[in-house]
């Protein structure tokens, strides 16, 4: 009978609880901050705003102690151990550095920049000044991807495919081009990463493009290639589709459920017909975003200042990646 690993996931609530800062309080700050309260005993200290009223309205909502109406001096707050950066992907940079500069470990929602100069100079940064940095790519830290790392560990990847399709309406702050608008930063990080992670970084990128309503981009189509392997992937925010992702062998394909990216099941087929399911409880970011911060946890207090299982190292290549990709698209930086 064909049996699965288990999930070698340590319970969040058993990390040490470190003082968080939450730098922007848009919704993916909403949702982290949500997780955490949930799912951990980690601490939410101090939010920061461009504006107090904004940061007072999130820190009562949350239970913060602090409430800045600036960046400078949320960061500046002695008591916060690590600064979460959830402002927009184009500030990134800027706010990752602003928190690095003031001793502050980070947590920078991915894509951790918006180019690979920028991802290496606050890997850079980071590293000068010797706190812990790392981008919130919360799906690598979910059980399910444990459960496939090491289904995957002792095999040779011949195939992804992954899609991840949604449709906004015409009025959302993804289709701004002043907010680093279309699908590249926001839903092209999850397609692009799960092939990476999967097969490795690509030696061939072949993209198209067609736009959007504005003339910002609204979808991608993707090839990525090296030696071994080849992956078909595929990003909108005019349209809807599966969300589903593919990962074979010549022994096994594995079919994530979609969404490929949040916690749910999967089912491992192998080439004689035998079968096998993962389920855990399916959830949004709300039931998933906490795993990356306990890992954070435990690392920054064993003196780490990277994670395993999204080193920067990864990071910068996905970018890297990207850049390649708005090239032939014609995308331009925000």
């Given at each position: 009978?064909?049996?699965?690993?288990?999930?070698?996931?340590?319970?969040?609530?058993?990390?040490?609880?470190?003082?968080?800062?939450?730098?922007?309080?848009?919704?993916?700050?909403?949702?982290?901050?949500?997780?955490?309260?949930?799912?951990?005993?980690?601490?939410?200290?101090?939010?920061?705003?461009?504006?107090?009223?904004?940061?007072?309205?999130?820190?009562?909502?949350?239970?913060?102690?602090?409430?800045?109406?600036?960046?400078?001096?949320?960061?500046?707050?002695?008591?916060?151990?690590?600064?979460y950066v959830a402002t927009p992907h184009n500030y990134h940079y800027a706010h990752a550095l602003l928190a690095?500069?003031?001793?502050?470990?980070?947590?920078?929602?991915?894509?951790?920049?918006?180019?690979?100069?920028?991802?290496?100079?606050?890997?850079?940064?980071?590293?000068?000044?010797?706190?812990?940095?790392?981008?919130?790519?919360?799906?690598?830290?979910?059980?399910?991807?444990?459960?496939?790392?090491?289904?995957?560990?002792?095999?040779?990847?011949?195939?992804?495919?992954?899609?991840?399709?949604?449709?906004?309406?015409?009025?959302?702050?993804?289709?701004?081009?002043?907010?680093?608008?279309?699908?590249?930063?926001?839903?092209?990080?999850?397609?692009?990463?799960?092939?990476?992670?999967?097969?490795?970084?690509?030696?061939?990128?072949?993209?198209?493009?067609?736009?959007?309503?504005?003339?910002?981009?609204?979808?991608?189509?993707?090839?990525?290639?090296?030696?071994?392997?080849?992956?078909?992937?595929?990003?909108?925010?005019?349209?809807?589709?599966?969300?589903?992702?593919?990962?074979?062998?010549?022994?096994?394909?594995?079919?994530?459920d979609g969404p490929f990216y949040q916690p749910g099941g999967f089912t491992l087929t192998t080439r004689s017909?035998?079968?096998?399911?993962?389920?855990?409880?399916?959830?949004?970011?709300?039931?998933?975003?906490?795993?990356?911060?306990?890992?954070?946890?435990?690392?920054?207090?064993?003196?780490?200042?990277?994670?395993?299982?999204?080193p920067l190292a990864d990071s910068v290549r996905l970018l890297r990646v990207m850049d390649e990709i708005r090239?032939?698209?014609?995308?331009?930086?925000?």
């Open positions: 009978m064909l049996t699965l690993p288990t999930a070698r996931t340590l319970d969040p609530r058993e990390a040490p609880s470190l003082r968080w800062g939450i730098l922007g309080t848009g919704w993916i700050a909403e949702k982290f901050t949500s997780a955490l309260r949930q799912h951990t005993t980690q601490r939410i200290h101090a939010v920061g705003s461009r504006t107090k009223d904004s940061a007072d309205r999130f820190a009562a909502a949350v239970g913060a102690s602090a409430a800045y109406g600036s960046y400078e001096a949320l960061v500046a707050d002695p008591e916060v151990d690590v600064v690095i500069e003031a001793g502050n470990h980070v947590l920078i929602e991915k894509p951790i920049a918006v180019s690979e100069a920028q991802a290496r100079g606050i890997a850079a940064a980071a590293g000068e000044a010797g706190v812990f940095c790392a981008e919130a790519l919360w799906t690598l830290f979910l059980p399910k991807y444990d459960v496939l790392r090491q289904l995957l560990a002792d095999v040779e990847v011949q195939t992804v495919l992954a899609d991840m399709g949604e449709y906004f309406t015409p009025d959302h702050r993804i289709f701004d081009p002043a907010l680093a608008g279309g699908p590249i930063f926001d839903m092209c990080t999850y397609p692009l990463s799960f092939a990476m992670w999967a097969m490795g970084s690509p030696a061939h990128i072949t993209a198209a493009g067609t736009p959007a309503h504005n003339g910002v981009n609204g979808q991608l189509a993707m090839q990525l290639g090296n030696a071994n392997a080849v992956a078909a992937l595929h990003a909108s925010i005019i349209n809807e589709t599966p969300t589903t992702g593919v990962i074979a062998s010549a022994d096994q394909s594995i079919v994530i017909g035998e079968r096998a399911r993962y389920d855990e409880p399916t959830s949004a970011h709300e039931g998933g975003l906490h795993f990356q911060a306990a890992d954070l946890a435990r690392r920054v207090v064993a003196g780490e200042t990277e994670s395993a299982i999204r090239r032939q698209v014609g995308i331009p930086l925000p």
